[in-house]
């Protein structure tokens, strides 16, 4: 099932949710739908068009916001799928300083890498190399990492997402994106079109087998 961005009154993005959970708060009022997601759930009595974007009717408070969850994904969005040492493609999550020299497991420590670069730095620091980072790693920022940073993703966000950082980086996403949503989308419950070609009775008989 694909899942929703929920918006504040704001439009500040909140996060992602369920498609149900999205419905729920449409039918109760506490949302309205911005961008329809083209799926079609029938009840019933009724069939309604499932949101893609749901904004609050009401302003909610986030008193704290902590810092952008460190995953694997939010991680390689960051470096943009990219060693950065060598700049070919990333594998693998290297300790800028190694965690076995005091390096920590912090935004500011840790680079997407190429196995190749990982191996060969080891358990060394840059300087002892002579390597150079493109740039120095950071804490994303930007409400729109809320979302980016769960890999799920839909186009139809982008414009919402837009004003908020981390655009270069969900484009991206789109790029590689394998068609999460329409894959995801089922199948149209219309009537069933299984009509007999030809009616009972008068099937064409076969030929008698000639002695
Ligand atoms: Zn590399």
């Not at 999550?93 to 890498?113: E, K, L, T, Y």
């Not at 394998?178 to 008989?205: F, M, N």
Request: with cysteine; proline share 9%; net charge positive.
């Amino acid at each position: 099932m694909p899942h929703v961005l929920v918006l504040n009154a704001s439009y500040e993005p909140l996060g992602v949710v369920s498609m149900r959970r999205a419905l729920i708060l449409v039918l109760n009022h506490k949302a309205v739908s911005l961008e329809d997601s083209g799926v079609t759930l029938h009840s019933a009595t009724s069939a309604v068009t499932a949101p893609s974007v749901v904004r609050l009717t009401r302003f909610v408070r986030v008193p704290f916001r902590g810092p952008v969850p460190l995953t694997r994904r939010a991680l390689f969005a960051r470096d943009h799928g990219r060693c950065v040492y060598c700049g070919a493609a990333a594998t693998s999550v290297d300790h800028v300083i190694p965690r076995s020299r005091g390096g920590q497991h912090r935004w500011d420590n840790v680079v997407a890498a190429c196995r190749r670069c990982n191996h060969t730095k080891a358990d060394r620091h840059l300087t002892e190399l002579g390597w150079r980072m493109k740039r120095t790693p950071a804490p994303p920022s930007g409400l729109a990492w809320r979302v980016i940073g769960t890999g799920i993703r839909d186009p139809r966000w982008r414009p919402y997402l837009e004003p908020y950082g981390g655009i270069e980086q969900f484009r991206e996403y789109e790029h590689h994106d394998h068609t999460e949503s329409s894959g995801a989308l089922p199948a149209p419950l219309g009537r069933s079109h299984s009509v007999h070609p030809v009616p009972c009775g008068e099937h064409p008989k076969p030929e008698p087998l000639s002695a």
